[in-house]
């Protein structure tokens, strides 16, 4: 079973527009760690957030914000006024105790933003 | 410039030949890491490394060989390619155990196997 689960392959908006990513993830540790990940065109892979399990408050960093919900398992990323550098193919990633902390990546949405 | 480095970025080799994809730190991270990223599998680990000379296998290892005799080297080697290793790899190092902390990654190695 997909233990980090990006249901959108491909998500495709105008400029300007504000786009949210979803990120479901499962497991069975009270103790966990979620991370988003940028991979631009270029190929290299950026770290964007890390956020505890202990820790459900939202963050905002200028255009980007993450939406932590335990509830629903989620950890949700919204780029508001999008830009076409925002073009990039983004993962949500989950590290737990039960898998010696190793990061299980989820498949990526690959995020085309048209000008 | 400190980074992490990876070599080659592209390589066109045949079924059964020996590769070896090299990786390089300036930062004195204890731990790195090599994934490979196929489409629809975001990225799997192969191989991992706290420190030097301790190696650890990751979720697919099989048919790869990594060795790890200063902290900042990590190579990867596949001592027999097969047409299902074609794939682009990523080296990464941190500094925590783990993923607890940020991961570092290279530019990536896109391995093509005839």
């Known amino acids: 079973a997909q233990k980090v689960t990006q249901a959108q392959t491909e998500i495709s908006v105008v400029e300007k527009e504000d786009v949210t990513l979803d990120c479901v993830y499962e497991?069975?540790?009270?103790?966990?760690?979620l991370f988003w990940y940028k991979q631009p065109p270029s190929g290299e892979l950026v770290f964007l957030i890390r956020r505890n399990s202990f820790d459900e408050q939202n963050e905002i960093s200028g255009r980007y914000s993450w939406n932590f919900q335990k509830s629903t398992s989620s950890f949700n990323f919204t780029i508001t006024a999008s830009q076409v550098v925002d073009s990039a193919v983004y993962f949500c990633?989950?590290?737990?105790?039960?898998?010696?902390?190793?990061?299980?990546w989820g498949a990526g949405t690959k995020l085309i933003i048209k000008p | 410039d400190a980074g992490i480095t990876q070599s080659p970025r592209y390589k066109i080799t045949e079924t059964g030949r020996q590769v070896t994809l090299m990786c390089h730190q300036t930062w004195s991270h204890s731990y790195m890491f090599w994934y490979r990223q196929d489409l629809g599998h975001g990225l799997r680990l192969i191989y991992y490394s706290a420190a030097a000379d301790i190696t650890d296998k990751g979720e697919v290892p099989d048919g790869y060989v990594v060795s790890r005799s200063k902290t900042e080297n990590f190579p990867l080697t596949l001592e027999s390619a097969t047409r299902s290793q074609t794939s682009v790899y990523f080296c990464?190092?941190?500094?925590?155990?783990?993923?607890?902390?940020?991961?570092?990654f290279g530019e990536g190695s896109r391995l093509t196997v005839l």
């Open positions: 990464a190092s941190s500094v925590s155990g783990g993923a607890v902390g940020e991961l570092f």
């Open positions: 497991t069975r540790d009270t103790t966990y760690y």
């Open positions: 990633a989950l590290s737990e105790a039960y898998s010696n902390y190793q990061l299980i």
